[in-house]
């Protein structure tokens, strides 16, 4: 029977020590098991993405009912920044525009007020956000998708004041989080066979050798355990020669 709060690859390895008649302990050959299939499970999963979100001025007095509906779209906000453009900076975020007849009334607009920058992650994020926010004539989003960000807080008297802005694409996105949190640290994801190949050749083999331990050990908490064989096993921690005591408390 499976113990309360037990984590799903716990259960599913003790499963597999009742598999085929061996109820004493797992190997190795039961534990590569449980491991490949919660390796395949999550793998189906979408990767985890990052796109920009602005709350441009007139967007700013409806703040509280646009961060409820990007909440409830299951969004994370990773970071989140009040600012106030120059024109200057307006111009160099929007330099790809330079030159259309409307560059100089978009610079004036986005640098009239204060406007909300927002790092959002979650799978798929660029493609999601741009569906919520609708598309960017706000009397199109207003007659034909109504429930969007732009159909319901866009200006109808101008497409520009359409409320809100979302990278069109991943380039794009990292772009544009980099123009407003440059602290930020942006890795490239690996999806497909790279992820697969990556989990198989640095993840895998020391996950399975805990796993194997933690079949033999059979510790009361086994979470609290594994966390703490990774950490002491952790083939890519820094090897140093600082010695650490650790004084009870």
């Not at 993405?49 to 906000?77: C, M, N, R, S, Y």
């Not at 409307?102 to 610079?107: D, E, G, K, R, W």
């Not at 008297?157 to 772009?175: F, I, T, Y």
């Amino acid at each position: 029977m499976d113990q309360p709060n037990m984590p799903d690859y716990v259960k599913s390895l003790d499963r597999s020590r009742h598999h085929a008649g061996h109820t004493e302990e797992c190997g190795p050959c039961e534990c590569a098991k449980a491991l490949e299939d919660l390796v395949d499970d999550h793998g189906r999963q979408d990767m985890e993405e990052k796109t920009l979100a602005l709350i441009k001025p007139e967007g700013v007095p409806h703040l509280k009912e646009i961060l409820q509906t990007i909440k409830d779209e299951g969004f994370d906000i990773i970071q989140r920044r009040k600012v106030f453009l120059t024109p200057e900076q307006a111009s160099e975020l929007y330099k790809d525009h330079y030159g259309q007849a409307y560059f100089p009334l978009l610079i004036s607009h986005i640098s009239s007020g204060p406007i909300y920058a927002l790092c959002l992650s979650k799978p798929n994020a660029v493609k999601e956000w741009k569906r919520i926010i609708g598309p960017r004539s706000v009397k199109e989003a207003i007659r034909e998708y109504p429930d969007t960000l732009r159909g319901r807080f866009g200006d109808p008297s101008e497409d520009m004041l359409n409320a809100v802005h979302g990278s069109d694409s991943r380039a794009e996105a990292e772009k544009e989080i980099h123009f407003f949190f440059p602290e930020m640290i942006l890795e490239p994801l690996l999806t497909g066979d790279k992820c697969t190949d990556y989990l198989a050749d640095n993840v895998n083999p020391t996950l399975l050798e805990g796993l194997s331990e933690l079949c033999k050990q059979k510790p009361v908490d086994p979470i609290v355990w594994l966390a703490d064989w990774l950490l002491t096993n952790n083939p890519n921690k820094p090897k140093t020669n600082e010695v650490i005591t650790r004084v009870p408390t």
